[in-house]
């Protein structure tokens, strides 16, 4: 598992940006988040799981969120 923070989420797309403490941004969709939720904090401290996805780049899945960030929907 990678530590970082949700950089971005986006309501209506159902997805968002990860940034890991190394300052990589990396993508993510809602159903990667662990606890089946649809939405996510932008500013939350988070854990996953780095991974291939679908279309061939690195994107994060096995998302976990610790604490609480400030929400506000970003559009990237």
């Excluded at 401290?45 to 690195?58: C, E, I, W």
Aim: charged share 25%; proline share 0%; glycine share 14%.
């Amino acid at each position: 598992m990678i530590e970082g923070v949700i950089a971005a989420f986006d309501d209506a797309r159902g997805d968002g940006v990860f940034r890991d403490n190394r300052g990589e941004a990396l993508y993510f969709h809602c159903v990667n988040i662990r606890d089946g939720s649809r939405t996510i904090e932008v500013g939350v401290r988070a854990q996953a799981t780095r991974a291939v996805g679908h279309l061939g780049f690195d994107e994060v899945v096995d998302v976990v969120a610790h604490g609480t960030g400030h929400r506000r929907s970003s559009a990237h």
